[in-house]
């Protein structure tokens, strides 16, 4: 009987980052992956297009990472009915800017990138854990950001909510190390997704060294090699990829 391929699931893998990840894993190392998306299926269901038309296979996963019983729900479900499959690697890539001064954020704005970023890799990873703890493998990739690394005027709370996930891969990869699960965070710069479609391009291309911003499928090369057994003796790491912004 042939072994079901392994999966990957990749939070917010609809569109931007999140897509480049979804097709690289699949195209360098034959995972099945979970598309997990909020609220856009239209860009979800071109993600999985694009994924099929490459020759991969994968399928949509639609929860709020944010809410513990919708994460429970979905993944619990996908578990039951799918008991011989294994999701060796879960990148948390979903998250969502909410910019302003710290001073007039309103409180919904703090919370709800919080709550997405980091109860989001909370929520999920804690779901998932248990199951590469039991088969002793697996890759967890947080991704963070050079603003959790360096902080931003104007983005206090997208700020904390990464510096946040940071905190989280270094403890967890040290719970984890002993059970071949690795543990790392992806901390880009300024990538040409959305997030920075409201921004003066000559606002930042002038603060980067390398004179350009990044593509998504720069940092989706980064997170398949985390993903595999070369990165096997990484962890706990916050990997920079931003062309040469740092504090």
């Not at 919708?70 to 890539?93: C, H, Q, R, T, Y």
């Not at 965070?185 to 990538?191: L, T």
Request: some cysteine.
């Amino acid at each position: 009987m042939r072994k079901a391929p392994d999966c990957a699931l990749v939070t917010g893998g609809s569109k931007g980052i999140g897509r480049a990840i979804t097709l690289q894993l699949a195209k360098d190392h034959g995972l099945h992956i979970l598309i997990n998306y909020a609220s856009d299926t239209q860009a979800a269901q071109e993600t999985l297009r694009l994924l099929e038309e490459q020759g991969g296979s994968g399928e949509l996963l639609k929860f709020n990472v944010q809410n513990r019983s919708a994460v429970d729900k979905a993944i619990g479900e996908w578990l039951s009915a799918n008991p011989e499959k294994f999701v060796k690697v879960l990148v948390n890539n979903a998250g969502i800017t909410r910019d302003g001064l710290f001073m007039w954020m309103p409180e919904n704005n703090w919370d709800e990138v919080i709550d997405i970023s980091l109860k989001g890799t909370y929520n999920v990873t804690q779901n998932l854990v248990r199951q590469m703890i039991k088969n002793k493998s697996g890759r967890i990739i947080n991704i963070s950001s050079v603003s959790g690394l360096r902080g931003a005027a104007g983005q206090t709370n997208y700020s904390t909510a990464k510096a946040g996930i940071i905190g989280i891969t270094k403890a967890l990869a040290q719970e984890l190390a002993r059970l071949n699960i690795t543990v790392n965070a992806v901390a880009p710069g300024f990538i040409n997704t959305d997030m920075i479609t409201t921004i003066d391009p000559e606002k930042y291309i002038k603060l980067i060294p390398a004179g350009r911003v990044g593509e998504p499928r720069e940092v989706a090369h980064l997170v398949s090699f985390l993903a595999s057994e070369k990165s096997s003796y990484i962890t706990g790491e916050v990997i920079n990829i931003n062309g040469g912004l740092y504090s």
